[in-house]
């Protein structure tokens, strides 16, 4: 085998132990709670719904979950979790923007793609802060159901490098479409 530029000046003995070994994963104690479901607290939104991955000893991925009209946070928590063998954090968002940072007030819906991305992106966040090492970094999936799956489209193409996966169910093919004749 001839390699071109592959010129020894220092020993194979030399540069083996240059070479830094690749870290397995690190295996962490298993994640307790009280519930695999519960609500996680956000400063400017309604709280959102999470799905725990209880018992792990690894980061886990994220899914990231939008609700269609009809359903709920709660219900899509739940069949998320369900769908992924209870192996990822499942985080459902409200939908809703808390006024005036008033979270816990009636709240507005979060009807625009910022409103939504917002919302997302602290969620994400909290996750992290509250769920710290168990939370895989870059690891995050975007789903989203029905109108929930349209909703999704833009905010995935915004943010590639956030959610280089995208799930879209019984929805958002003809905005997925549009904006791939656009581009």
């Known amino acids: 085998l001839l390699l071109p530029s592959c010129h020894r000046s220092t020993s194979?003995?030399?540069?083996?132990?240059?070479?830094?070994?690749?870290?397995?994963?690190?295996?962490l104690v298993?994640?307790?709670?009280?519930?695999?479901?519960?609500?996680?607290?956000?400063?400017?939104?309604?709280?959102?719904?999470?799905?725990?991955?209880?018992?792990?000893?690894?980061?886990?991925p994220v899914v990231v979950a939008i609700h269609g009209k009809n359903d709920s946070p709660?219900?899509?928590?739940k069949g998320w979790s369900a769908i992924t063998e209870r192996g990822y954090f499942v985080l459902c968002?409200?939908?809703s923007a808390a006024p005036n940072g008033d979270a816990g007030s009636s709240s507005p819906p979060c009807?625009?793609?910022e409103c939504?991305?917002?919302?997302?992106r602290e969620a994400l966040v909290a996750l992290r802060k509250r769920f710290g090492r168990y939370v895989a970094r870059n690891e995050v999936v975007l789903s989203?159901?029905?109108?929930?799956?349209a909703r999704a489209v833009p905010i995935a193409l915004q943010n590639p490098a956030v959610f280089p996966v995208l799930w879209l169910?019984?929805?958002?093919?003809?905005e997925w479409a549009t904006a791939l004749s656009t581009n």
């Open 74 to 77: 709660e219900m899509d928590c």
């Open 93 to 95: 968002p409200a939908l």
């Open 169 to 174: 169910i019984n929805g958002g093919l003809a």
């Open 111 to 113: 009807s625009s793609v």
């Open 116 to 120: 939504l991305a917002d919302e997302i």
């Open 12 to 27: 194979h003995k030399t540069r083996a132990k240059s070479i830094r070994p690749v870290s397995a994963p690190q295996q």
């Open 144 to 149: 989203g159901f029905d109108s929930g799956a």
């Open 30 to 60: 298993p994640l307790m709670a009280q519930n695999a479901f519960d609500k996680l607290k956000l400063a400017h939104f309604e709280s959102a719904s999470i799905a725990i991955p209880l018992g792990t000893r690894w980061a886990r």
